[in-house]
DNA sequence: CGCGAACTCAGGTTTTTCCCTAGTCCAAAT
DNA sequence: ATTTGGACTAGGGAAAAACCTGAGTTCGCG
């Protein structure tokens, strides 16, 4: 019983790696491999393999979104997400959109070898690694990055403020009237702490405010 | 550091077993044996243990009940459940009553070391061979979360598409292009998904895909 | 078969952003 | 004392994006 595999992550030393280790396997043959999630959705639906292996953080198409629509399009595909992650608001997101299973990317061989056996029973797998989030549906991770905070530092202090008020939503005349200052002068603000972040888009910027610690994603 | 265990189970030859096995870790002192539910809740008072052991079939005061009862005698004890049962009855209800691991009676020697060495660390270990019970659960039960995953759901497949290529810093054009459409379309896209979560920023909308996980932070 | 929802797109208007330039102020270097 | 340079301010004009309105297509569902 030959278990038949589609490989999707966007890291291409990735995929090499565990196609290598997958094809160590007897039972396991590689039907294809995919960069990124529309793909990996196409080749599924034609393949219809008995196992997705599925990155989640993928570009265009996050691998999220691949498992909920894997389903639809070859319901016979047990989807294995393989991840890096396990804060909860990955595991809770991937265990409700229907995976039959949760590996952490530094997990040993052995556990994949678990994960595989177990899927082929037509039972599920889940690292012990997500014990925690799996328990701890609703736990914050207020975790802080000292390598971007650095970052923030290499922005003067109007420049932050600038930034902050407008990760947070604020319209850049918003700004402006709150600061008393000409729209265009917030502007240039903005415009100056894109070169220096060398982050030249809006969600970029946001990205990083939270990034930093700067501004909260959830705030209302 | 050595940890403080209490055992409880109701099959002398069992708790002879686990006994020996645990003085066999360096690092672990067993504190008692219990054989009823009863009496371990008195030890584990008396003593305050780092870690209860606890078998869910007891005569008495069963397993779930004592895990109920634990956090209000003895806050710093984790309990470890010990069962010799996989399916969603039973281990729904332990992980709802606060435990912090649940392993299986048929599991290897180092499941039971992973497991301690998890609780030492404050975190939680639950055993693959309860993954599909756990999954079942969580599948069952989707309509939590109503502040960030149901509102995601509110979304189309195309919508989420959009959302997150937005929230990942790609120009309208961009997404266009990779999507093979109009921009014009895009916009559409965008301007629904905007009056469906209420959302009326790019900022928020960033925000909001970040709280979602559907794109991370953190990435470059 | 109609109906609604999702998806697609265009034209025209308004708003925002982007790029370039430029002035003032102030502090540090020369 | 003069110059240099960074921070802060701001305008004009071009470019892009967003907004509004309207509309065609497809597809599943009752």
Redesign the interface.
């Known amino acids: 019983m030959a278990m038949r595999v589609i490989l999707a992550d966007d890291h291409q030393l990735v995929r090499a790696g565990l196609r290598s280790l997958l094809q160590s396997f007897a039972d396991v043959t590689v039907l294809a491999e995919c960069s990124d999630g529309r793909d990996a959705l196409k080749r599924v639906e034609a393949m219809q393999p008995d196992v997705l292996l599925l990155d989640i953080?993928m570009?265009?198409?996050?691998g999220?979104?691949v498992a909920?629509?894997v389903p639809a399009i070859s319901p016979s595909t047990k989807v294995l997400v393989l991840s890096m992650?396990v804060g909860p608001?990955?595991v809770?997101?991937a265990?409700?959109a229907?995976?039959?299973?949760y590996l952490i990317k530094d997990a040993a061989v052995e556990e994949l070898r678990?994960a595989l056996d177990?899927l082929a029973m037509g039972?599920?797998?889940?690292?012990?690694a997500i014990?925690?989030s799996?328990?701890?549906?609703?736990m914050r991770t207020g975790k802080e990055?000292p390598d971007?905070d650095s970052q923030l530092q290499k922005l003067t202090a109007r420049q932050r403020e600038i930034l902050q008020l407008?990760?947070?939503?604020h319209?850049t005349r918003e700004i402006a009237a709150r600061l008393s200052l000409s729209a265009k002068t917030v502007e240039s603000h903005r415009s100056q702490l894109m070169d220096r972040l060398d982050i030249h888009?809006?969600?970029?910027?946001?990205?990083f405010a939270?990034?930093v610690g700067l501004?909260?994603?959830?705030?209302v």
Request: avoid cysteine.
């Open positions: 953080t570009p265009g198409l996050n999220l979104e909920r629509r992650h608001e990955y809770t997101q265990l409700r229907g995976v039959s299973g678990l177990a039972k599920a797998y889940l690292s012990p014990s925690q799996v328990l701890h549906e609703f990055d971007a407008l990760a947070e939503g319209a888009d809006v969600p970029g910027l946001v990205r939270i990034r501004v909260s994603a959830d705030l």
